[in-house]
């Protein structure tokens, strides 16, 4: 069974910083791009960060370039968001993604981050 759990989320105040972890399980996670999406209220859900296989390739969004940082651990099949200089336009529920190259997508159930004073 393919599970992908998101968690970190919270309430922080601006310039605050979280870090999010997706634990994978279910597939074979080292062969699969692993990216964050993330979603504001009444908003499209829009990309945030991605990193390749093998990390092979980072990218962000210019929204949150030099203070987001997404990383991973093909041990521990999991990916992270590194998080800082929160602003409040970074709050939405933050999902966890996975893409093999091909035609299988595998989605979390998204973590909450509110940033707020």
């Known amino acids: 069974q393919v599970q992908l759990v998101e968690s970190g989320g919270g309430l922080v105040q601006p310039g605050g910083s979280l870090r999010l972890s997706c634990a994978a399980s279910g597939f074979v996670f080292s062969g699969y791009a692993m990216s964050w999406y993330r979603q504001a209220p009444g908003k499209e859900r829009e990309f945030v960060a991605g990193?390749?296989?093998?990390?092979?390739?980072?990218e962000y969004r210019d929204a949150v370039k030099g203070r987001f940082t997404i990383d991973r651990d093909n041990a521990q099949n999991t990916v992270y968001l590194e998080m800082n200089l929160l602003k409040p336009d970074d709050t939405a529920v933050y999902y966890c993604?996975?893409?093999?190259?091909?035609?299988?997508?595998?989605w979390g159930q998204g973590t909450q981050v509110t940033v707020s004073s």
């Open positions: 993604h996975a893409w093999n190259y091909g035609r299988i997508v595998y």
């Open positions: 990193i390749r296989r093998a990390d092979t390739g980072i």
